[in-house]
């Protein structure tokens, strides 16, 4: 079943800025939940979460990757109308008369609000945030790509250092036992802060 509501253009456009803001290198792959009732929309992706007024003729929960947030944004200010409507579908998202579509558009359930990261959340935060929820809740929450790129540069960094350390036999298996004491550590620091009913 699509979710369709009319909201105002210049509410998109700032929701979205607001959603974009501090995001770097995951500008374009971060995900945004979209969950709209009878008279708001709640934009949220990792660390960041707005409202906007809409009037919702039909209600629910989707997900869409912000780049096509930011296009739908950007295509919505060149009609000259103060208010478009948007119909979201399984698999597309259609504004005025302008469709898009994407595989990553999707219609679902609502994530858990309480587990969330900042947007600029470090490499050990995200790291730590890896160790304390299971593959399903990473995914839940949107945050695959984010987990995975903080392994892949973490692997990285211990592979240079112990190429750099090899002269003080300094092993790779030791420096990641080093890592992963602190990635447990910030885990445990992100349990009482931060994360909570994890």
Known sequence: MA??????VSDLKNATK?????????????????????????????????EIP???????????????????AKIAGTYKSKEVPVVVEEGSI?????????????????????????????????????VLLNELQITEQGLTRRVLDAWQKANEAIHEAASSLRDLDVT??????????RVKEAAERLRGGFVKNV
Not at 3 to 8: A, D, Q, V
Not at 99 to 128: C, F, Y
């Open 94 to 130: 259609k504004v005025s008369s302008f469709r898009m579509r994407s595989e990553e558009i999707t219609l679902g359930s609502i994530p858990n609000q309480q587990i969330d990261i900042p947007v600029d959340a470090s490499l050990l935060d995200t790291l730590a945030l890896g």
């Open 54 to 72: 809409v009037f919702g003729t039909s209600p629910g929960v989707a997900r869409l990757p912000l780049s096509v947030l930011k296009d739908i």
């Open 172 to 181: 790779e298996a030791q420096i990641r036992g080093l890592v992963e004491e």
């Open 3 to 8: 979710i369709e509501f009319r909201g105002r």
């Open 18 to 50: 607001q959603l974009l803001v501090n995001r770097g290198e995951f500008r374009d792959s971060d995900l945004a939940d979209l969950l709209v009732s009878e008279c708001a929309a709640t934009l949220r992706s990792v660390g960041t979460s707005t």
